[in-house]
């Protein structure tokens, strides 16, 4: 059997998979803090049926190898930390962050670290993600609270009842990774650390490494869609050159069985 048929079948699933990845980056192309993904490939081994460097006749050395390629296989999604643009909403609760790292929730499954800044006040006066999870550490809005302020190092405050002057209420911490493409994603614009990633370091938005707090404005997604268009053509070319590499193989299997002697 031609090698031809199962070469050209990795390529096809390859191409799959790259489009798969296509499809999510533009699903989610107004997904708050949302980061596209990019799919890198990887060649498989090679059938080698003379290596460089042997020795044929009266000595001589074979200068290059006799080897044959048997396909291709997708080896990661990578996470592109790129900044998105920058929405101005004009909501006290909504921030981004100008920079690198994230904010941290608590789930019910943990804690999880996401770039989703459009932040609400639950019924006690936490301020929690769109998924009712908290924001850590907890800061809590007194009741009847006004004028909410949020300074580019992450300070809190507001105007309390009974009071002229600014009370801070809160202090948002961010943390950041070593290799923030390991995070797994955990659905839900947050992710997760891996023992790829390393483990969370936290700090005060501004310092040394970490971003600063934008208020009234949200990051928004990182994907272009020209781009994103680009490589869905890139990957429906590869798909139909593949299937045609299947069908031209599958007609010289057909011309070799129809010889006669």
Same mark, same amino acid.
């Given at each position: !059997?031609?090698?031809?048929?199962?070469?050209?079948?990795?390529?096809?699933?390859?191409?799959?998979?790259?489009?798969?990845?296509?499809?999510?980056?533009?699903?989610?192309?107004?997904?708050?803090?949302?980061?596209?993904?990019?799919?890198?490939?990887?060649?498989? %081994?090679?059938?080698? !049926?003379?290596?460089?460097?042997?020795?044929?006749?009266?000595?001589?050395?074979?200068?290059?190898?006799?080897?044959?390629?048997?396909?291709?296989?997708?080896?990661?999604?990578?996470?592109?930390?790129?900044?998105?643009?920058?929405?101005?909403?004009?909501?006290? %609760?909504?921030?981004?962050?100008?920079?690198?790292?994230?904010?941290?929730?608590?789930?019910?499954?943990?804690?999880?670290?996401?770039?989703?800044?459009?932040?609400?006040?639950?019924?006690?006066?936490?301020?929690?993600?769109?998924?009712?999870?908290?924001?850590?550490?907890?800061?809590?809005?007194?009741?009847?609270?006004?004028?909410?302020?949020?300074?580019?190092?992450?300070?809190?405050?507001?105007? %309390?009842?009974?009071?002229?002057?600014?009370?801070?209420?809160?202090?948002?911490? %961010?943390?950041?990774?070593?290799?923030?493409?390991?995070?797994?994603?955990?659905?839900?614009?947050?992710?997760?650390?891996?023992?790829?990633?390393?483990?969370?370091?936290?700090?005060?938005?501004?310092?040394?490494?970490?971003?600063?707090?934008?208020?009234?404005?949200? @990051?928004?997604?990182?994907?272009?869609?020209?781009? @994103?268009?680009?490589?869905?053509?890139?990957?429906?070319?590869?798909?139909?050159?593949?299937?045609?590499?299947?069908?031209?193989?599958?007609?010289?299997?057909?011309?070799?069985?129809?010889?006669?002697?």
């Amino acid at each position: !059997m031609m090698r031809a048929l199962y070469t050209s079948a990795t390529g096809m699933i390859a191409q799959q998979f790259h489009m798969d990845v296509v499809s999510n980056n533009l699903a989610n192309v107004n997904t708050v803090g949302f980061k596209k993904s990019r799919a890198d490939f990887q060649d498989l %081994l090679y059938q080698t !049926m003379r290596p460089a460097g042997a020795t044929v006749a009266e000595g001589a050395q074979v200068p290059a190898p006799l080897e044959v390629g048997l396909g291709v296989r997708p080896v990661a999604a990578v996470t592109l930390f790129t900044r998105g643009s920058f929405q101005q909403t004009g909501n006290p %609760l909504d921030i981004a962050i100008e920079g690198d790292g994230f904010f941290k929730v608590q789930t019910s499954n943990g804690t999880a670290y996401t770039r989703d800044g459009a932040f609400k006040i639950d019924g006690q006066g936490n301020v929690v993600s769109n998924d009712g999870y908290k924001l850590q550490p907890d800061i809590r809005i007194p009741e009847g609270a006004q004028q909410i302020s949020v300074g580019k190092d992450g300070t809190v405050t507001a105007l %309390l009842s009974g009071s002229n002057e600014p009370t801070v209420i809160g202090q948002i911490q %961010l943390v950041r990774f070593t290799n923030p493409s390991g995070l797994s994603h955990a659905g839900g614009n947050a992710y997760v650390p891996t023992a790829a990633s390393g483990q969370p370091a936290d700090g005060t938005p501004g310092a040394e490494g970490f971003g600063n707090i934008a208020q009234g404005t949200l @990051e928004m997604s990182n994907v272009q869609i020209v781009e @994103e268009m680009v490589n869905m053509i890139t990957a429906q070319r590869a798909y139909e050159i593949n299937s045609k590499s299947i069908q031209t193989a599958d007609e010289m299997l057909g011309t070799a069985n129809n010889l006669r002697r």
